[in-house]
């Protein structure tokens, strides 16, 4: 009996280090899904961009209209981000030599939240697990302010 309950609790010590490793390597993977798509934004790194997004990627922005005052939304597909950076992406930003800073602000099982500061954006990434691994399913940004 006592043999037992030294087994039990040797397996149920050993489950968080399992859980935390997996973490880890789950952090690293969300955290390269983020430099991907922002280091590959700003080398013009078709690639790199597309190893980061979900092929239902949504990429969206509200703004307010400059004549009419009313707020519109913009909207960008997979398709398009990988094509922009392919066309060069932010290649030509004066701010692109400015490291990304990459949060991860919220990570559960399946789905992580994460924040992306670059030069020019600041970029809330909704992450997914996905296959083999993180892909970006969505992304809500706006133009960061320059001082």
Do not use: C
């Amino acid at each position: 009996m006592q043999q037992i309950a030294i087994l039990t609790a040797l397996i149920l010590m050993g489950l968080p280090v399992v859980g935390r490793a997996q973490m880890a390597a789950d952090s690293a993977a969300i955290r390269q899904a983020a430099l991907d798509y922002a280091e590959g934004w700003y080398a013009g790194d078709a690639d790199r961009m597309d190893r980061a997004l979900h092929p239902d990627l949504a990429k969206r922005r509200a703004s307010t209209h400059p004549e009419t005052g009313q707020s519109i939304l913009s909207h960008l597909t997979a398709s398009m981000m990988v094509e922009y950076a392919r066309a060069g992406g932010g290649k030509a930003s004066p701010h692109r030599d400015v490291s990304p800073v990459v949060t991860i602000l919220d990570a559960h099982a399946n789905v992580a939240s994460v924040k992306v500061v670059t030069g020019d954006f600041i970029d809330y990434l909704h992450v997914v697990r996905w296959n083999d691994g993180w892909k970006i399913l969505n992304v809500l940004w706006d133009p960061r302010p320059q001082p």
